[in-house]
């Protein structure tokens, strides 16, 4: 399995913009599709933005298109997720997970690492 470990979360005022970084250990990162997913308060959570190990043709949420960019960097074995013009229903943790595919994958249920989860807080 894959260890992750998420960052760069915070308060920002609505507009602004946030970058979160999932730091993976594990020789295969670059083999494993990275995802990112959310959890606001009292909701279930929800499928975000995945990128499969290629970099090609990432997978995004109908709330993040536009606005939120995932990408990855083998080299660091980080995975990333530029948000911006945030909004306060994006408040949320945030979570990173790995799965072992080689295609983009947005059901939670293929995902068999994750990390402990970020907080993300928009205020209007």
């Known amino acids: 399995q894959v260890q992750l470990v998420e960052s760069g979360g915070g308060l920002v005022q609505a507009g602004g913009s946030l970058r979160l970084s999932c730091a993976a250990s594990g020789r295969t990162f670059s083999t494993y599709t990275m995802g990112w997913f959310r959890q606001a308060p009292g909701k279930e959570r929800e499928f975000v933005a995945t990128?499969?190990?290629?970099?090609?043709?990432?997978l995004y949420a109908a709330s993040a298109k536009g606005r939120f960019t995932i990408s990855r960097d083998s080299a660091s074995n980080t995975a990333y997720l530029q948000m911006n013009n945030l909004k306060p229903e994006d408040t949320a943790v945030y979570y990173c997970?790995?799965?072992?595919?080689?295609?983009?994958?947005?059901?939670?249920?293929?995902?068999?690492?994750w990390g402990q989860g970020t907080q993300v807080t928009v205020s209007s």
């Open positions: 990128i499969a190990w290629t970099g090609v043709a990432p």
């Open positions: 997970a790995a799965a072992a595919s080689f295609f983009a994958q947005a059901k939670e249920s293929e995902y068999s690492s």
